[in-house]
């Protein structure tokens, strides 16, 4: 059996919320044994020295755009696989919303062989939950799970015929599937480039209520009292949104939610001079919504972290900023960015990657997420400290639309392990 032994590591255990210096033993791509630093360690055939760096289980990351079919120009799977590994991330659940859109067993296929093909690691995707995303007509659920799905969405088209989509949560939840959603109120958000307030009045800019949010957010959650699904709201952003979100968890409702690494870090100050690279959708929220959404991923109200990762190219970018694209690249981003969240002293680096490996892992039903026997030996090496200046054209995406261009930023993924195989290493 071959066998590899993590030794000097700070071993980050989102399950047991520890924090503390130990070793970790993989054989044959799975997580063997984890010891303390007081434990004697085993022999191992190869034997890796993480120098006192951080040993955490690699990131899961929900909500991944990769443009293929239709847009491979912005991103493929193989750009995408390699930002994913230089980023920690060893798990990308992909979204459907591509040209066409993931609706069909034959698409899911062809996108999961191309992943198989190109990317060196782990893709799970999402298939679409109506038909083009258009909202009329559900797709087969059974059949595109049967193909490999591990969640529906229609991703930021909100399915606005409460019908439809009442009869797609009951199929879903026959079949036990999990739907996300985009909790949003299309009517108001139509047309929006940023959160309404002083900052966008005096802007100029169309702009959103929050309260947009919370209405998708109720009536979600009023057809969930109907038909019991499970269900993954994919970006609480907003302060108003997080009393609904406690109440229908408290009831016992099969509910989780996410929030993006850009809401969390960001906010509507950020766009400044009408820096396209900061629209985003939902738009950067008001400093006390980004408070409460950090509180709420704190307290584990909000389970999930993610990057949101949308390539967009230059041409759709360099637009005045009411006609720009929306969204963000965010893979190689997230882990440097959340531990903003670490050096601010908000959140400590168990919570932070409970929120981004463990919960995300455990609410599709997959293994890995955890530091323990038996698991995935999906891991990442990174040193928290290591300070540098993001250079966007550095960037393995093919698209390089990160708000974070020119930022200072603290943290350095130093090697990135799937099945115990490394996929990115520093040299």
Request: glycine letters at 8%; aromatic letters at 4%; a negative charge.
């Amino acid at each position: 059996m071959t066998t590899t032994l993590f030794t000097d590591a700070r071993l980050i255990d989102p399950e047991q919320g520890t924090d503390a210096p130990g070793w970790l033993l993989i054989e044959e791509g799975v997580i063997k044994a984890v010891g303390t630093a007081n434990d004697p360690a085993p022999a191992a055939a190869r034997v890796i020295d993480c120098a006192g760096h951080c040993l955490a289980p690699g990131i899961v990351d929900i909500g991944v755009k990769v443009c293929e079919p239709g847009e491979r120009h912005k991103e493929s799977y193989r750009s995408a696989g390699l930002a994913a590994a230089a980023g920690g991330v060893t798990t990308i659940v992909t979204r459907p919303d591509t040209a066409p859109a993931i609706d069909s067993p034959e698409t899911l296929e062809f996108v999961a062989r191309r992943a198989n093909a190109a990317g060196p690691v782990n893709v799970r995707p999402m298939a679409a939950l109506t038909k083009g995303r258009e909202g009329r007509e559900m797709t087969e659920i059974g059949f595109l799970m049967d193909a490999g799905a591990v969640a529906f969405t229609d991703c930021d088209h909100v399915v606005t015929n409460t019908k439809v989509f009442q009869r797609a949560l009951t199929y879903a939840r026959a079949l036990g599937a999990l739907v996300i959603a985009h909790p949003q109120e299309p009517g108001l958000s139509d047309g929006a480039a940023a959160t309404s307030g002083k900052f966008a009045s005096l802007r100029g800019l169309p702009s959103v209520s929050p309260m947009a949010e919370r209405m998708g957010l109720d009536r979600d959650i009023a057809l969930l009292e109907m038909t019991g699904a499970a269900y993954h709201a994919d970006q609480i952003t907003t302060a108003r949104a997080l009393p609904a979100l406690e109440r229908a968890k408290r009831n016992g409702l099969d509910v989780t939610a996410g929030t993006s690494i850009h809401h969390l870090t960001l906010n509507e100050l950020d766009v400044a001079d009408y820096r396209t690279f900061f629209k985003v959708k939902p738009p950067l929220r008001a400093e006390d919504d980004r408070q409460a959404v950090i509180e709420g991923v704190r307290t584990g109200l909000i389970d999930i972290i993610s990057s949101m990762h949308t390539p967009q190219d230059e041409e759709s970018k360099r637009l005045p900023f009411e006609e720009a694209a929306s969204g963000a690249v965010a893979l190689e981003t997230l882990l440097p960015a959340a531990l903003r969240l670490y050096h601010s002293g908000d959140l400590d680096l168990p919570t932070l990657f409970r929120a981004m490996s463990l919960n995300p892992a455990r609410r599709l039903g997959l293994a890995s997420g955890r530091l323990a026997p038996g698991a995935p030996a999906d891991l990442v090496v990174f040193d928290p400290d290591k300070p540098f200046v993001m250079d966007r054209t550095t960037l393995r995406s093919k698209s390089k639309n990160t708000p974070f261009d020119g930022q200072r930023l603290q943290g350095k993924v130093r090697a990135t392990y799937v099945a115990g195989a490394p996929v990115f290493e520093v040299s």
